[in-house]
């Protein structure tokens, strides 16, 4: 019987079987499952014909939650200043989230010239004036919906949907671990909760769960989640631990010796090793104290924790940003992979995000001066220990803010336009590629924006890894972080 | 145009003659090989097309097919992008070097001639319907060999390779491998006991039987199926709101396995339940599979379907709704193709979006439904009532209706106006809330200059808000003033012709009527502030309010000068976009006819009515009505509907409206080229796959047939006994939590990039045996682990390993780790803590932090010592956002995607987790306790819960160096170790 099918009339496709570029059992066949739980199957990361030569050996991401404007910040629009009060007009219909489409509004911070290479900067960011120099502006990336959940979930996963792993998890699934005492992808929320989406945004989704985002909250009594016992255990002492540990061991080698042939028995008696070394060498990594005090300057944290007003105030901010950067560069340096520090939480009130339909200047002032003062200590500090040409950092948010306002003082979402920058990792300082148009309204080129997935191809290209074969096969297709799309944008490397 | 040789057509016009066509294989085949065969080769196809197959080369390509023309060069898509006169898309693509002057000369004479091409110029291509998983379902006869057609199948393959089957397992291993397959629950040491020492030789088939009845197996195998259909009791995404009406469906799934439902019903149930089987409640239920995975909140509800990002939100809902069905079912990935055909699939771009259709009238909505049998039917009996007292109305009025003609239809029509609505979005002005009517609030605008006044006129809100509706906020008592002094401190002037009435009596709810002051010749004023100030507030569900849509200023010219002025006000809601001060002037408000002029209008309907009917049918018509009415009141009289979380026709107001307003009208599905919604193509109606080719592709449904018909025909099709891919997919699934791994491995992928079957005649017969007998999957269960290939031992062979080291053909049992809601319902079971209650809302191992807006799922802050969290985990109320952590680390199934299979992952956190969680060190005190209540001595107790948690008594080293520990450290500390045990966690 034949119906309308077109392979009734043709016969396109190609009908062989892609095999798997990396293993993809998931490790449930215990050959793998030592070396997998490791991370240190060179395997997966061994060299292959044409993978570029590592110039990162890991990652740090500062995700703005809210949708950060690139307009206040980083991207200067003499035109706006210019036109500031007129009726805005797009040349175009546009459809914007809240109907934001009041007169043009201008930078709400004055903009100056920084560094050698004097790019303009807002004074709400004017730390990062000091690094400047190691900055590469990324001015016309551009997304796909305006919608913060499903534009989150791009920037983070490469897909607009939940249910695929984030960059982190590409990354530790692809290069493995460099040290196995701690995690190899750590998450650092704003402490005051998740953005949209939770876990989504940093979880292994279908890869295997070794590889979700671990989180960790520096200042918190437990740092990661049971590190210790609970307090329910107060029955558990140091002594009973360590003869727990061994008798654990004695008899789950009992155990496995009748099972001969069973790697994943082995793989778990060796896992409590390993939890036992996490448990000294993870607060140890946290102790932030630890830092002498012309460090804690640097991040603006020699003051120690204060009474905060109320209101959202830049010394709060810059509190509890510098905390996640110092945090982040003491995990790196002991080789942690992959660090992604949130700044902002989800969509509530009083608004702790970057979300400033409101009032650009109430959130985005705080927000924006505790992002840049950490970020540039971070960077420094990275510099002074040698770390920052092989540590890879990229700024991103979810999508941009109008040029035009909504309500006066406040600016709806731009999924058209928005800005990233990266730095360090071999990746050239002190240049802006991609350009939006004269209202930061769209990519100046609309054919040729800069999209996650060239971020995301030149961030896997940084490590050594090829973004088109960096695959693990899922209900029918062999997934990629950069799903079919992605660019290596040469141009931002050194 | 005259059907006819296309190159006479050609020739006539002069533009080329069929004179000397090129020899195809001579000089345009070199053509195309050198420009095109990179691309549009064997190696690629891009866009779907390729040039070394005839077939394709002529009818294929996914934009722009045909993109051969015989006989006209000048139209072919292949042409014009070669030759430049595309001006959007130009091949080569750039950076490859274009064809020379001569080559394009080649082809255009060649396509102007026809485009002749001999058959054995074309490469050959394999059937893309040549794939395993298409083939209808062979009847096939077990081999010779064993008792058990099972083992007769997988011995024949062990024999083949040179292998063995392992020796049975021991009784002991038996019973816990068994147990925690078919309940999810060990044993307990007495039935191990029992089992092991009972001689008769039906002990297996009894032991099976037993657990089979088990309400627990029906909540091990849910979990299963939950897993596949990315249940979860919140909606993800942004906000993460809770689905409260969630669980319905995963008691169904429980019930439906713990009665063994047909497959088939089963199925359809889930599908198009309401359709197919209205007398059941539970097919109510069962549509929560439409609704089982993530929902995007904001796309919805704050983005209309009319804007771009909402029609993608929509767009993606229905890609769920598509890939969840067809995954599940049939085991087919027809999501990958939404933006182009299939890679490797022969599913054409066109099966995604008739799927689509299907469900195209839907959304996630609450359905409101009864439980209680009895009252459903009495309900629906109701409904049909009340649908023939409508109809019989109806014909009775048809020829009236004639016979009053235009004056009728001009009434209708205004009476339908009288319905339609003001703004939905900018619903205006509202005030902050007040316990008590007696609170003062004021509003006020501010002219920009001081104005001579004609008329202040207030106009009323509308908000659904507990059945208000119109008049929404309108103050009861209330003033008009108007001053220079924005503080209204000197030179005030009271609007007082109508004082009275709003301000010394209780005004009552205007519905829209716009309320006026009196005129400037009455009132006199004049100034730059209008101030309106409630002294009575309107009630609202527990609270009092002021709200106002708008506030006009008139001048002597009648223009309204307050448009667009500021507003300034004592206190305010700032609601999104709907409640803001800004909207007061806004130019924007609900308007409507007065409910006394609704009323006048049916009035005078009726008479128009009656002139025409005659006395007798005026007294039918009279009775027909009393009659609704009693239809009417009884249904009111029925109990509060139960909900449920489904698939369903939403009724909504503001941004999500859903379809119930056209009356559940399907949307228009228009394939999307490259998936985007910017870019719809032709319509498509509802169907299926069209490689199954059992049926056609299309559904033949008449075009304005229910939505649900829709859905029913999908339901028919799954279930058909001649579908090849629904009856193996499902055997597959069972198989593969048997042991571990299915006959295909990627039991959601039966496609090319999938597996194989392992044992391709074994599946055959097992879906056969399994469709033929009644879709029992109590039967198919009790058939497989019946078998001795189930029963061996899972203890590693060197030799067979050396030969088939994953173990494909089955010369062993699997060794598995318990999945994550194993472990914790084990953990239970040893602590004796386990609380068996069936159904209901899930339980929660979390507290909600700011609930209002952005829920935050707090899981630290649990107390672990909550009797309610002692249930087994399918009743876990299971959050998107923020999975539960401990399980998540246990690899719990994501509820944000389908899962198949779970993977099996160790780590040093995975340690952790087993060791400090509040769960496992709470229950390890409460196991401590139990097996102090069990056994009178240490020694005893000891043993009593290392039997507890593994099954079997330990041996005398293990007991010596256990009591050793319990001795130093505590039975609570040994109990923590004992649920450590590799034992305890891997199930041999």
Not at chain 2, 4 to 22: K, N, Q
Not at chain 2, 194 to 204: E, G, H, I, M, Q
Not at chain 2, 768 to 781: I, M, Q, V, W, Y
Request: aromatic content about 8%; glycine content about 8%.
């Amino acid at each position: 019987m034949t119906n309308d099918s077109p392979y009734h009339r043709q016969s396109p496709l190609r009908p062989t079987t892609r095999r798997d570029f990396l293993w993809s059992s998931g490790g449930g066949l215990g050959g793998l499952a030592l070396a997998a739980m490791l991370g240190r199957d060179r395997a997966l990361a061994a060299p292959s014909v044409g993978a570029p030569a590592p110039r990162a050996k890991r990652v740090v991401q500062f995700f703005m939650a809210g949708a950060a404007s690139h307009l206040d910040l980083f991207d200067y629009k003499p035109e706006l200043v210019k036109r500031h009060g007129q009726p805005s007009d797009f040349g175009e219909p546009v459809e914007a989230f809240q109907n934001g489409l009041g007169p043009w509004l201008r930078p709400l911070w004055d903009f100056q010239p920084y560094g050698g290479c004097g790019k303009l900067l807002s004074e709400v960011v004017a730390p990062l004036g000091d690094v400047v120099d190691e900055l590469a502006f990324v001015h016309n990336m551009t997304g796909k919906s305006g919608v913060h959940s499903a534009a989150t979930l791009l920037q983070a996963t490469g897909f607009q949907l939940p249910g695929f792993p984030g960059a982190g998890s590409w990354v530790s699934y692809g290069l493995g671990s460099l040290n196995d005492n701690l995690p190899t992808f750590v998450v650092l929320p704003d402490h005051r909760g998740f953005p949209s989406n939770g876990v989504k945004n940093w979880d292994a989704a279908f890869l295997p769960a070794q590889h979700s985002g671990t989180l960790v909250y520096p200042d918190a009594e437990a740092p990661i989640a049971d590190l210790h016992p609970h307090r329910a255990g107060a029955y558990v002492t140091p002594a009973g631990e360590a003869d727990a540990h061994r008798l654990l061991a004695e008899l789950n080698r009992g155990h496995a010796a009748t099972r001969e042939g069973d790697q994943r028995l082995d793989a778990r008696i060796r896992s409590y090793e390993l939890a036992a070394r996490m448990q000294l060498a993870a607060p140890e990594a946290l102790d932030l104290k630890a830092e002498p005090e012309h460090v804690l300057r640097l991040y603006g944290l020699e003051r120690g924790p204060q009474t905060w007003p109320k209101e959202i105030n830049a010394e709060e901010e810059t509190w509890h940003f510098s905390r996640k950067c110092l945090a982040a560069r003491r995990l790196l340096e002991r080789g942690v992979r992959f660090v992604q520090v949130w700044s902002g939480n989800d969509n509530s009130f009083p608004r702790r995000n970057w979300d400033s339909h409101e009032d650009v200047r109430r959130d985005h002032g705080p927000l924006a001066l505790g992002m840049a003062r950490g970020a540039a200590a971070f960077i420094q500090d990275l510099r002074q220990r040698g770390l920052l040409e092989d540590t890879l950092i990229l700024w991103t948010t979810e999508f941009g803010r109008m040029p035009s306002t909504q309500g006066g003082k406040g600016r709806d979402h731009n999924p058209f336009v928005f800005t990233n920058w990266l730095c360090g990792g071999g990746i050239r300082g002190g240049i802006t590629r991609g350009e939006s148009d004269a209202f930061g309204y769209k990519p100046l080129d609309r054919a040729k924006p800069t999209t996650v997935y060239d971020i995301h191809a030149t961030l896997l290209h940084q490590l050594g890894l090829d973004h088109t074969r960096l695959t693990f096969r899922h209900n029918g297709i062999d997934r990629r972080l950069t799903d079919v799309h992605g660019r290596v944008l040469r141009e931002l490397l050194a | 145009m005259p059907r006819g040789p296309r190159w006479l057509g050609a020739a006539l016009l002069g533009v080329a003659a069929a004179v000397a066509a090129p020899d195809f294989e001579r000089e345009v085949q070199p053509v195309l090989a050198a420009h095109c065969l990179k691309c549009h080769g064997p190696e690629k196809q891009k866009g779907g097309y390729r040039v070394d197959v005839k077939a394709v080369a002529l009818t294929g390509g996914e934009g722009s097919a045909p993109n051969l023309l015989p006989g006209n060069a000048a139209g072919s898509p292949l042409f014009r992008y070669v030759s430049g006169a595309d001006p959007e898309l130009r091949m080569p693509p750039a950076g490859e070097p274009p064809l020379a002057p001569a080559e394009i000369a080649v082809l255009r004479a060649w396509i102007d001639a026809g485009a002749p091409w001999p058959d054995h110029a074309s490469a050959a291509v394999a059937d893309p319907l040549a794939w395993w998983s298409l083939q209808p379902v062979a009847r096939v006869t077990p081999p010779p060999g064993a008792p058990h057609p099972i083992d007769a199948f997988i011995r024949t393959r062990l024999a083949a390779a040179g292998l063995q089957p392992a020796a049975p397992a021991d009784p002991r291993t038996l019973i816990r491998r068994l147990s925690f397959d078919l309940t999810g629950l060990p044993p307990s040491p007495e039935e191990i006991a029992a089992f092991v020492a009972d001689p008769a030789p039906d002990a297996y088939a009894r032991l099976v039987e037993r657990l089979l009845a088990s309400p627990r197996h029906g909540e091990r195998w849910a979990r299963h199926w939950l897993d596949v259909v990315h249940y979860g009791d919140t909606h993800g995404y942004d906000k993460d709101k809770p689905r409260p009406h969630a669980w319905p469906y995963r008691d169904y799934v429980i019930r439906a396995f713990n009665s063994d439902k047909p497959y088939a019903r089963f199925v359809q149930e889930q599908v198009a339940g309401d359709v197919l089987f209205p007398e059941s409640p539970e097919a109510v239920e069962a549509l929560g599979f439409i609704a089982a995975g993530p929902w995007d909140f904001i796309g919805h509800a704050e983005v209309p379907e009319t804007k771009t990002d909402g029609k993608l939100a929509r767009h993606l809902d229905r890609d769920n709704m598509v890939a969840n069905a067809l995954g599940t079912f049939a085991s087919a990935t027809v999501h990958c193709a939404q933006c182009h055909h299939h890679k490797f699939d022969p599913i054409p771009q066109e099966d995604y979006y008739r799927l689509q259709a299907v469900f195209a009238a839907l959304d996630r909505t609450d359905r409101p439904y009864h439980r209680d049998p009895a009252v459903h039917a009495r309900a629906r009996r109701l409904q049909t009532d009340q649908a023939a007292n409508r109809a019989a109305l109806a014909a009775l009025e048809a020829p009236w209706r004639a016979a009053a003609g235009p004056a009728l239809a001009e009434l209708d029509l205004a009476l339908a106006a009288s319905a339609a609505r003001g703004p939905n979005v900018r619903r205006g002005y509202h005030s902050a809330t007040a316990a008590t009517a007696d609170t003062v609030k004021w509003v006020q605008v501010d002219l920009g200059a001081s104005v001579e006044i004609d008329r202040i006129w207030l106009l009323p809100a509308s908000d659904p808000f507990n059945g208000i509706g119109d008049g929404f906020g309108f103050p009861v008592r209330f003033k008009v003033e108007v001053s220079d002094d924005p503080e209204f401190r000197t030179g005030v002037q009271l609007a007082w012709i109508r004082y009275d009435v709003t301000f010394m009596a209780d005004f009552p709810n205007p519905g829209l009527t716009p309320f006026s002051t009196g005129g400037s010749k009455d009132d006199g004023l004049a100034g730059r502030h209008v101030r309106v100030t409630a002294t009575r507030l309107a009630p609202r569900k527990d609270d009092f309010i002021f709200a106002l849509a708008e506030l006009k200023v008139t001048d002597r010219a009648g223009n309204n000068v307050a448009l667009g002025k500021p507003v300034t006000s004592l206190d305010a809601i700032e609601s999104g976009e709907r409640w803001a001060r800004a909207n007061l002037t806004d130019g924007l408000a609900p308007s409507g006819p007065s409910v006394e002029q609704q009323a006048a209008l049916a009035a005078r309907r009726e008479e128009v009515l009656r002139a025409a009917a005659g006395a007798e049918g005026w007294e039918r018509r009279a009775a027909l009505r009393r009659e609704a009415e009693r239809l009417a009141a009884e249904a009111a009289a029925l109990p509060k509907p139960d909900l449920v979380y489904a698939g369903g026709i939403h009724h909504g107001t503001g941004t999500f409206t859903g379809t119930g307003a056209s009356g559940g009208r399907p949307r228009p599905i228009h394939l999307l080229a490259r998936g985007q919604v910017t870019h719809p193509g032709r319509l498509v109606a509802p169907g299926a796959l069209s490689a199954v080719t059992f049926a056609p592709a299309t559904f033949e449904l008449p075009e304005d047939a229910p939505e649900g018909e829709r859905r029913a025909a999908l339901a028919r099709w799954l279930t058909d006994p001649r579908h090849p891919l629904t009856w193996r997919s499902i055997v597959n699934r069972v198989w593969q939590y048997h042991f571990g791994r299915g006959l295909v491995e990627t039991p959601d992928d039966f496609g090319r990039n999938g597996g194989q079957p392992s044992h391709p005649e074994l599946l055959d017969w097992l879906a056969a045996e399994f469709r033929d007998g009644g879709g029992s999957l109590k039967a198919l269960h009790r058939l497989i682990v019946t078998s001795e290939t189930y029963r061996q031992s899972s203890a590693v062979n060197p030799a067979a390993s050396a030969t088939d080291a994953g173990n494909t053909l089955l010369w062993r049992q699997n060794r598995r780790r318990l999945e994550a809601e194993a472990v914790r319902d084990a953990v239970l079971a040893a602590s004796g803590r386990l609380d068996l209650a069936m159904g209901g809302p899930g339980w929660r191992d979390f507290v909600v932090e700011r609930p209002e807006h952005s829920p935050h799922y707090v899981y630290a802050k649990a107390d672990p010592e909550d009797p309610a969290t002692f249930r087994r985990s399918i009743y876990r109320f299971i959050v998107r956002s923020q999975t539960q952590p401990w399980m998540t680390v246990l690899d719990c199934a994501d509820p944000s995607m389908r899962v198949d299979r779970r993977s099996e992952s160790l780590s040093p956190l995975q340690a952790l987790a087993l060791l400090n969680n509040g769960f496992i060190l709470t229950q390890a005190r409460h196991f401590a306790a139990r097996v102090t209540a069990e056994a009178p001595e240490l020694a005893g107790q000891v043993a009593r819960a290392h039997a507890l948690a593994v099954g079997r008594a330990p041996s005398p080293v293990e007991a010596a160096r256990l009591e050793e520990f319990a001795r130093t450290h505590g039975l609570p500390a040994l109990c923590r170790l004992l649920l450590n045990l590799n034992e305890f966690l891997f199930i041999d």
